[in-house]
């Protein structure tokens, strides 16, 4: 492997590069290395890696190639303080409504665990785009009632 970035998330080493067996670039945890060994051998890391285009380090480390994408969100009036005291995203956008609901946009490639995030606030949380992640949380939420009938 050729590692172009180390990086920490919530206190978790990850090593991004390009694997050799693969053929390709991917994310791996530090803790799962076993048998590593160090060589002389070199290698150039690209020119224009930069990795915030990679992976968005805001909601995880999960690396995929998909293009970002925008994520609306309308938290509700019993969420405002918890949602307006925190920085969810470097490049959110926040606006607090006359109802006292707290508007949220922002723009990542990280829809797996956004989903997750978004699923944790229940019913408090109204998906307002993309529409894809509407079905998705649809979808989950029918998994969940199926489980529980």
């Known amino acids: 492997m050729n590692p172009y970035h180390v990086l920490c998330q919530k206190g978790n080493w990850y090593v991004f590069g390009f694997d050799h067996g693969a053929g390709e670039t991917r994310i791996y945890a530090l803790s799962r290395f076993k048998n590593t060994t160090i060589t002389n051998e070199t290698f150039t890391i690209p020119d224009g890696f930069d990795i915030s285009k990679e992976v968005d380090l805001s909601f995880g480390i999960w690396y995929n190639k998909e293009a970002s994408e925008d994520y609306e969100l309308l938290f509700n009036k019993?969420?405002?303080?918890?949602?307006?005291?925190?920085?969810w995203h470097k490049d959110q956008k926040m606006v607090q409504r006359e109802d006292g609901s707290v508007y949220l946009k922002f723009s990542s490639n990280q829809k797996q665990l956004i989903l997750s995030w978004v699923l944790g606030f229940g019913s408090a949380v109204t998906v307002l785009s993309p529409e894809s992640l509407?079905?998705?949380v649809m979808k989950t939420a029918k998994e969940i009632i199926k489980k529980y009938k």
């Open 134 to 136: 509407k079905q998705d």
């Open 78 to 87: 019993g969420m405002a303080n918890y949602i307006l005291e925190r920085e």
